[in-house]
Nanobody, 120 residues
Framework: QVQLVESGGGLVQAGGSLKLSCAASGSIFSINTMGWYRQAPGKQRELVGTLTGAGRTNISDSVKGRFTISRDNAKNTVYLKMNTLKPEDAAVYLC??????????????WGQGTQVTVSS
């Protein structure tokens, strides 16, 4: 089995910064794509950014230039550094990780979510 544990959310003033982490553990053979999504109350879940094992990134236009996604393959961890936060960035942030377990079983998992609140 594979587990994801997120951390790093919280309350921050507008203009501030936060860094989220999502660590994958368990029976992992390889990880393909790691990414972040967010969901605000009453809204659909939306992509924040993804990062493939080959280093290809896909960042939402709404956060481009303010948010940076990175990963530490040795730790099976993906990070989201959020700068210049705006009230409209407030949401539950969820990580998503997919890849292969030992035994060639594909996994595609969501983290438990971490709340980001931005005060104006």
């Amino acid at each position: 089995q594979v587990q994801l544990v997120e951390s790093g959310g919280g309350l921050v003033q507008a203009g501030g910064s936060l860094k989220l982490s999502c660590a994958a553990s368990g029976s992992i053979f390889s990880i393909n794509t790691m990414g972040w999504y967010r969901q605000a109350p009453g809204k659909q879940r939306e992509l924040v950014g993804t990062l493939t094992g080959a280093g290809r990134t896909n960042i939402s236009d709404s956060v481009k230039g303010r948010f940076t996604i990175s990963r530490d393959n040795a730790k099976n961890t993906v990070y989201l550094k959020m700068n210049t936060l705006k009230p409209e960035d407030a949401a539950v942030y969820l990580c998503n990780v997919n890849g292969l377990q030992y035994g060639a079983r594909w996994f595609d998992l969501w983290g438990q979510g971490t709340q980001v609140t931005v005060s104006s």
